[in-house]
């Protein structure tokens, strides 16, 4: 009885544990090849594969159901503490967030739907480079996640500037370009939505990062990062 | 002007016990805060019951144990010459056992045994008034009132241990120790022994070894981790339970030891 040894005593407490961990690895996974789909779709105006990315939304809600109801029975049934006790806590919201992510992929795709309609605008390069960095952000802080690596995922959690500067561009573009002919009116505001939903998806990651950071070292919650996204005050100065 | 930081109730600085040859109790530092309910858990036989009876001499009772180092109440040494006497020691800080261990007699005369041995009050009126609080603060009153000449010992596990209880603040004790007090009781019963722990710390300062990690964390302010005979670990509970700084306690909170 000295060593503190990596399992439980208890194994199907291990076994539950594990349930959840696997659970928040696939939903961290399907929320990831949502978000590549959807910018496949809008890529590749593919409507089919956009329709496809609406319908999958369903797996990543039922797993986020599944998450629900296993930290439930296990803080029932199991009562954890210290570590155990951050792991589910954590894994609850985690999922939330994923599941939060996932949403607005799905949502993206259907934007797409319209904007296939629609002639092609030049801001779409910009909007894919904005996509593929919220895209790389999931997925990273979802390993730092899984991995339990605080310090990667204070890593990921300051790329959020990025992903905001770029948004902030992104929507001088699409300003600039709307007034430079009413046609683009209706296809610019698409982009906006879906520009609005990659830069929203950045902070569910950033909350995955803060997570991830309370799972492994247990300090209450990090000071929070002063957000940068100037697009709210834009329109009241030249652009 | 400074802070004024509260002396601890109690402190212990070095504390070890020897068994013939066994060391039990490798020196232990240990602040007790009053008015705090502090936990001892850790692994059977790690010394937590060993430490708790050095805090009132019960270990003098015991032929072949050895205490050194030292312990203080209220700043006074509680060993050594110029020490405070034994028996007033015990009026201060009581005991209440794992088994619940009322004498053979009624439960009145269960309560009146300590005021009688240190002659707190006279008999008749004074004594059925300390008596009547006594058994109401342990919340035993109204199951008892009717029957104070009932055997003590004919009542069930979680009355018995509340009568513990009651005899124990009987004598106004400054500290109350408890060994695993809610052991051999059921839930319901463990539930008001727990709710008496939350009410009797207004008034005293209380001191419980546990094996129910859940219970610590219920019941206690400060937890304090024994592990062969040494704390590895004290800190506020709450920390404790959510983030322990050594791996020991928290292999042994999480039920990973071993
Ligand atoms: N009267 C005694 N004579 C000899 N050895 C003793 C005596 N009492 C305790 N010990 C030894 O001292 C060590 C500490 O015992 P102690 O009873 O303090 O442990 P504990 O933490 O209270 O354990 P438990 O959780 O099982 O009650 C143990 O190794 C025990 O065998
Ligand atoms: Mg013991």
Not at chain 1, 108 to 124: G, Q, T, Y
Not at chain 1, 131 to 136: H, I
Not at chain 2, 114 to 128: K, S
Not at chain 2, 170 to 198: F, G, H, K, Q, Y
Request: aromatic content about 4%.
């Amino acid at each position: 009885m000295t060593a503190t040894g990596e399992h439980h005593i208890v194994k199907s407490y291990d076994v539950e544990l594990g349930k959840l961990e696997d659970a928040l690895a696939r939903m961290g996974g399907l929320a990831e090849s949502q978000l590549a789909a959807a910018l496949q779709a809008l890529d590749s105006r593919d409507s089919d594969l956009a329709g496809k990315v609406m319908a999958n939304d369903g797996q990543v809600d039922a797993l986020q159901s599944f998450v629900d109801e296993q930290t439930v029975k296990v803080l029932a049934l199991r009562a954890p503490v210290a570590d155990d006790l951050r792991s589910v806590v954590a894994a609850l919201k985690v999922a939330g967030e994923i599941e939060r992510i996932a949403d607005l992929a799905a949502n993206a795709a259907k934007r797409s739907l319209v904007l296939n309609r629609l002639p092609p605008v030049e801001p779409m390069r910009s909007l894919l480079r904005l996509g593929r960095l919220a895209q790389v952000m999931v997925k990273d802080v979802i390993d730092a996640h899984l991995g339990h690596d605080a310090d990667k995922a204070l890593v990921v959690r300051d790329r959020d500037q990025e992903i905001d500067d770029v948004y902030s561009s992104l929507f001088r573009e699409i300003l600039t370009y709307m007034m430079e002919d009413p046609r683009n009116i209706t296809p610019c505001s698409h982009l906006m939505f879906i520009a609005k939903n990659f830069e929203r998806i950045g902070d569910h990651a950033t909350n995955i990062a803060e997570l991830a950071h309370f799972r492994v070292l247990g300090k209450a919650q990090l000071e929070a990062r002063t957000k940068k996204d100037d697009s709210a005050f834009i329109g009241g100065e030249p652009v | 002007m400074a802070e004024q930081v509260a002396e601890p109730k109690m402190t212990t600085r070095g504390l070890a016990v020897h068994y013939g040859s066994k060391l039990a109790l490798k020196g232990v530092d240990l602040d007790i805060t009053g008015g705090e309910v502090t936990a001892l858990i850790g692994p059977s036989g790690c010394g937590k019951s060993t430490f708790l009876r050095c805090l009132n001499r019960m270990n003098d009772t015991i032929a072949e144990a050895r205490v050194s180092g030292r312990a203080t109440l209220d700043g006074q040494d509680i060993y050594g010459p110029g020490g405070i006497d034994p028996v007033l020691l015990r009026a201060r800080v009581g005991m209440v056992f794992q088994r619940p261990n009322p004498f053979p007699k009624p439960i009145y005369d269960n309560v009146a045994f300590g005021p009688r041995l240190h002659g707190l009050v006279a008999e008749g009126e004074e004594m059925d008034a300390l008596v009547r609080k006594a058994l109401e603060r342990a919340s035993l009153w109204n199951e008892v009132k009717d029957n104070l000449g009932q055997q003590g010992t004919g009542l069930s596990g979680g009355q018995q241990q509340r009568l513990c209880i009651a005899r124990a603040i009987a004598v106004e004790p400054e500290v109350i120790l408890m060994d695993e007090p809610c052991s051999a009781l059921d839930p319901i019963a463990t539930a008001r022994i727990e709710e008496l722990i939350d009410e009797l710390r207004e008034s005293f300062t209380i001191v419980i070894v546990t094996h129910s990690m859940q219970q610590a964390a219920r019941v206690s302010q400060t937890t304090a981790f024994f592990h062969l005979g040494e704390i590895i670990e004290v800190g506020a509970t709450e920390q404790i339970f959510t983030a322990p700084a050594n791996d020991l306690t928290q292999g042994y909170i999480t039920g990973r030891f071993g």
